[in-house]
Nanobody
Framework: QVQLVESGGGLVQAGGSLRLSCVIS????????MGWYRQAPGKQRELVAV???????NYADSVKGRFTVSLDNAQNTIYLQMDSLKPEDTAVYYC??????????WGQGTQVTVSS
């Protein structure tokens, strides 16, 4: 079983920065992808950024150039550095872990609110 615990959300003014962290614990051997999704009120959950086991990354077009996903293997922690935040980035952000068998694990979510 894998557990994910996010932290780092909060309230920030437009143009500001936040860094989200997700600590991954439990029993696992490798992974397919780790990443971040977000869900704004009244909208579907959407991919923000993902990192694959070999290190390649993908970003939603809306966050390219502003957000950076990274992984600290020693600490089993995935980060999302968010710069130049916009009000439309306001959402609950979820950490995701896809194991080698294709099973999904999710964190509890952390709220990010960007004021204009």
């Amino acid at each position: 079983q894998v557990q994910l615990v996010e932290s780092g959300g909060g309230l920030v003014q437009a143009g500001g920065s936040l860094r989200l962290s997700c600590v991954i614990s439990g029993s696992f051997f490798g992974f397919r992808t780790m990443g971040w999704y977000r869900q704004a009120p009244g909208k579907q959950r959407e991919l923000v950024a993902v990192i694959r086991s070999r290190g390649s990354t993908n970003y939603a077009d809306s966050v390219k150039g502003r957000f950076t996903v990274s992984l600290d293997n020693a600490q089993n922690t995935i980060y999302l550095q968010m710069d130049s935040l916009k009000p439309e980035d306001t959402a609950v952000y979820y950490c995701n872990f896809l194991d080698t068998s294709g099973r999904d694990y999710w964190g509890q979510g952390t709220q990010v609110t960007v004021s204009s």
